[in-house]
Structure formats: C-alpha cells, structure tokens
C-alpha cells in the first residue's frame, strides 16, 4: 500500500471511505446515503463531494448519481487497508470491536504505510501463535 504519497484531509478520507463502501454494498453512490452513513447533512455531502471532484477523485452529475473514478477507488482502497488492519491490531488487543471500529478510523488518517504495515505484520504473528495454541 502506499497512500504516503497523497495527503488529504480527514474529512476527505472519510467521505473516500464511505463512498468506496456504499458503491461496493449498494453498487451505486447518493448524497442522501452518505449523508446518512456520516450523520451530516446533504447540503454538507454536496460541498465535500464538489471539492473531491476538483481533485478528480470523483464524478458526478447535479442530482445525480456520485462515481469513484480509478484514482479515487484506488485511495479509498487504501483507506480502507489501514482501517481494516487497525481494527483487527485492536480487536487482537482485545479493544472491543465497536470500540475497534472507532478508534481504527481515527487512527487510519495518522499514521504511514509503514506503521500501518508493521502492525499487520504484528497481528498476524499474533494471530498465528493464538491458533497454535488452540490446537494443542
């Protein structure tokens, strides 16, 4: 993965996120669901989505359906990355999962590829010794 490169905002990340996952669950993308799924609202989307659209992240027509382009598919599939590994660093923790969930999505927008990779790396040794243990 390497998002390092690309620094955008918080805010820009999770609108990328929430984007990338409605399309993926609902196959299409609306103002009123993401609306919906950041708790803001579609006057606020409208805003965000104009400004991801400048940075040629997205396309979209008035009133119409909002399309990730392959740019903005690929850093939402980064964002993605870092929180799906944060979250399961945190759920090896032991941090509960809605908690995980929470706290891995803060987490996703500070720290580098390079952390995010080593606590992978982590997790999975983590994870391979709980399961040799449960065989014995």
Request: charged share 35%.
């Amino acid at each position: 993965m390497n998002g390092d490169s690309v620094k955008l905002s918080k805010s820009i990340e999770d609108y990328l996120e929430v984007m990338y996952n409605l399309n993926n669950i609902k196959g299409f993308i609306r103002v009123s669901d993401i609306a919906d799924e950041l708790n803001v609202k579609p006057p606020s989307v409208v805003e965000a989505v104009d400004k991801i659209s400048k940075l040629n992240l997205v396309s979209r027509e008035k009133y119409g359906e909002i399309k990730l382009n392959k740019e903005g598919i690929a850093l939402a599939e980064i964002i993605v990355y870092k929180h799906k590994t944060l979250k399961e660093f945190l759920t090896v923790l032991g941090v509960d999962d809605d908690i995980a969930d929470e706290e891995a999505c803060l987490m996703e927008h500070f720290l580098s590829d390079s952390t995010i990779e080593k606590l992978k790396k982590f997790t999975h040794i983590i994870e391979e010794e709980k399961n040799k243990k449960s065989l014995y």
